[in-house]
């Protein structure tokens, strides 16, 4: 069984949710905090989502606990001095620009492999999600 779109937005989105939950106990400002409870909630139904389409055929692996405890550490110390929204935002605007980059090349290869269409409408749901939050995040 080969690694579709699915294996690949399911890591994406839980590293999205384990980077939100970890910036949620970190910041201090609670309109940041309000944003980011926002989207840890998408991206709950992004992940419930890809639950749902998966069958037997797919290929799907959460994220290790040690990939987990990784992440909370390079944010941890990428924050150690600037605990700020404005950081923080820089932060997760470098990270939806990755995913979006990472999603398209998915998208192409997976229309190019006969992926089931509703996966890849999926996929293309959740690019526009990263792409708006780039408009949220920028205008902090």
Known sequence: ????????????????KISTQQLIEITHDSDFRDMLFDDLSEYEKFYNRILQL???????????????VCIRAAINAKTA????????????????????????????KAVKCNERREVIVLAKDY??????????????
Do not use: Q, W
């Not at 069984?1 to 994406?12: D, R, V």
């Not at 700020?84 to 997760?92: I, Q, V």
């Not at 690019?127 to 902090?140: G, M």
């Open 1 to 16: 069984m080969a690694k579709n779109l699915l294996y690949f937005m399911l890591g994406n989105v839980e590293m999205a």
């Open 54 to 68: 998966k069958t037997s055929g797919d290929r799907l692996k959460n994220v290790s606990p040690l990939a987990a």
């Open 81 to 108: 001095r600037d605990k700020s929204p404005r950081r923080m935002s820089e932060m997760l605007i470098n990270g939806f620009v990755r995913g979006i980059r990472d999603i398209e090349e998915k998208i192409v």
């Open 127 to 140: 690019r526009r999600h990263l792409v708006a939050n780039i408009e949220r995040y920028r205008k902090i």
